[in-house]
């Protein structure tokens, strides 16, 4: 069990059949009244963000997300097939858990598998992944100087904004948190 008065950023927790995670929070102590705590905290497996007053007294059940690091091997249809890099074991996740940002993925590379009580809720990709460019119009040197994009397709299928000088080939290393070109690989 954890207090309300004990929650600090990342903290996992039940509330109302729900699993919860403290994204902010603040201990406030008024002059008249009693002190309470102002969180925003995110619904970890519907995503949901949701700001909530608590009583510093008030107790929660902690939970325990499992992070399990886990090789994507290959899609089949909705289903995706990831191996544990432990004990070799094969799990298919259903496309319907997979995030936006895994479109940035290719086969062979390690993500991380979010559980809860054995129940997959998530699949994380590297923060950072090199891929390289398949279609896009061609470039031209020296265009370096104003920040003007184009599209461009990835190995993966997935489409993104680049500057003007990239060309087909061209091997370019993504943000996946937010789809941005970040540099040249």
Do not use: C, W
Request: no cysteine; glycine share 8%.
């Amino acid at each position: 069990m954890i207090s309300a008065g004990d929650f600090r950023n990342g903290v996992t927790f039940e509330m109302d059949g729900n699993v919860m995670q403290v994204i902010e929070f603040q201990h406030v102590k008024p002059g008249k009244g009693a002190a309470f705590v102002r969180t925003k905290v995110k619904n970890v497996i519907t995503g949901g963000v949701v700001e909530k007053t608590f009583n510093p007294t008030e107790k929660y059940p902690t939970a325990y997300i499992e992070r399990r690091d886990m090789q994507y091997l290959y899609s089949d249809g909705d289903l995706y097939y990831f191996m544990d890099n432990e004990n070799y074991e094969q799990l298919p996740i259903n496309k319907s858990v997979l995030s936006d940002n895994f479109k940035f993925v290719k086969e062979n590379t390690d993500v991380k598998v979010l559980s809860y009580k054995g129940n997959v809720f998530g699949v994380e990709p590297p923060f950072f992944v090199d891929l390289e460019i398949t279609k896009t119009d061609p470039g031209f040197k020296g265009n370096t100087a104003t920040n003007t994009t184009k599209p461009a397709i990835l190995e993966t299928g997935a489409e993104i904004r680049v500057p003007l000088f990239l060309d087909e080939g061209d091997k370019i290393r993504i943000d996946t948190r937010t789809g941005e070109y970040m540099e040249r690989a």
